[in-house]
């Protein structure tokens, strides 16, 4: 059984820039959280994703946006990039409000 | 709102010595609370988890937790430490009243074992 996957692994991009991550939650889970972990810090709640709508929301600018399909997998879009978007994004999915289990990340650099 | 504080930035122990990792919690009530360990350029893996009863937590790889109500504390520990324990540790609450998202996690504590 795959757990949470996460792609691309690594990702460069330039201000201004836009950028699209990918995740495939774990068999059997229909929940998809999003944290943004910049380097040294504990990671932080972007949004979460349950039948196809944004659910919850934490602290993060509206271009910073999401989109779940009808096989739960998601993508997260972040537009006009700026330097502080540097960080590890990480996906975490779950069967409703059971554990999450997180994947890998995407790590995103911006020059 | 909540908050998590993990005290100690960076800790280094010996291989074979006990360990503990301190975790105090800002939340009105009795929050979902967890320990994730990071392995560089790994995700998250949970170690353990309390959402009520008994307040000492066991958890995998011979980790321990327990929920101090009255320090608002979840400590985690290891009697005996081993090298492959060197890694990033987070301690994180959730609302029961929304399940355990979203997640607050504190800024994390990094193990460093020396032999």
């Known amino acids: 059984d795959a757990g949470v996957t996460q792609s691309p692994t690594h990702l460069i991009k330039t201000r201004g820039q836009q950028v699209t991550l990918r995740c495939s939650p774990k068999?059997?889970?229909?929940?998809v959280s999003w944290y943004q972990q910049a380097l040294g810090q504990g990671p932080q709640f972007i949004f979460q994703?349950?039948?196809?709508?944004?659910?919850q929301r934490g602290n993060f600018p509206d271009r910073f946006s999401g989109h779940q399909f009808p096989n739960y997998s998601s993508e997260l879009n972040v537009n006009a990039l700026l330097l502080g978007d540097s960080a590890l994004y990480l996906c975490a999915s779950s069967f409703q409000a059971d554990e999450q289990f997180f994947g890998p990340g995407t790590r995103l650099t911006v020059l | 709102a909540q908050s998590v504080t993990q005290p100690d930035i960076h800790i280094t122990v010996s291989e074979g010595a006990s360990l503990e990792l301190r975790c105090n919690y800002s939340?009105?009530?009795?929050?979902?609370l967890f320990w994730y360990v990071q392995s560089p350029g790994q995700g998250l893996q949970l170690l353990l988890k309390y959402f009520s009863g008994d307040t000492l937590v066991q958890g995998i790889k011979g980790f321990e937790a327990e929920f101090k109500r009255s320090q608002s504390s979840f400590n985690l520990r290891k009697p005996s430490v081993h090298w492959s324990d060197a890694a990033e540790y987070f301690c994180a609450v959730g609302r029961p009243s929304s399940g355990n998202t979203p997640l607050v996690f504190g800024k994390g504590t990094r193990l460093s074992v020396i032999a």
């Open positions: 994703y349950y039948e196809e709508e944004e659910r």
């Open positions: 939340y009105g009530a009795t929050p979902y």
């Open positions: 068999s059997g889970h229909d929940t």
